[in-house]
């Protein structure tokens, strides 16, 4: 298709994933979490809120593996000050990232993608695409082969 391309594929396993589970569906919880995020100089990256059951959401993001005992600190306290039903954290994740434009004019890039990767056993915990970038989180021990097996699915 005119206007696809892939420009770059790369992998950064210096990152962590928090989620904040069964959060309250109301205006203002993100913005508590985030507010006590930003106050502890926790930068914030890759934001996904999971759709509502019952009342509740999900929000899971990444930060930078070294920023993991702030976020912790900070985390730990929102079920009490928010009302969520607990926190997870987990270092053994990285993000995978295919980058470029025109993607959202490729329906079969997604399933490309992730049927390339399903072939060798490799779990996606998280997926966020763009119309310029497709970012897959999945265990850190699988981060070389991933990237190995886009890079030579995807590069030309």
Do not use: W
Request: charged fraction near 25%.
């Amino acid at each position: 298709m005119s206007g696809f391309s892939i420009d770059t594929i790369v992998c950064d396993v210096d990152v962590a994933k928090v989620a904040v589970l069964g959060v309250p569906d109301r205006p203002g919880i993100a913005a508590h979490l985030f507010s006590a995020l930003k106050e502890a100089q926790v930068p914030v990256e890759m934001v996904i809120q999971s759709v509502m059951r019952g009342d509740v959401n999900d929000i899971a993001f990444l930060i930078k593996d070294s920023r993991i005992g702030e976020a912790i600190d900070v985390c730990r306290k929102m079920p009490g000050e928010i009302g969520a039903q607990g926190v997870t954290f987990d270092t053994e994740i990285c993000r995978v990232a295919l980058y470029g434009k025109g993607f959202s004019d490729r329906p079969e890039l997604l399933s490309d993608v992730f049927s390339a990767l399903a072939e060798r056993g490799i779990n996606l915990e998280m997926i966020v695409e763009t119309p310029e970038s497709l970012c897959c989180i999945l265990a850190k021990s699988r981060s070389e082969e991933a990237l190995d097996i886009l890079k030579k699915r995807f590069d030309s």
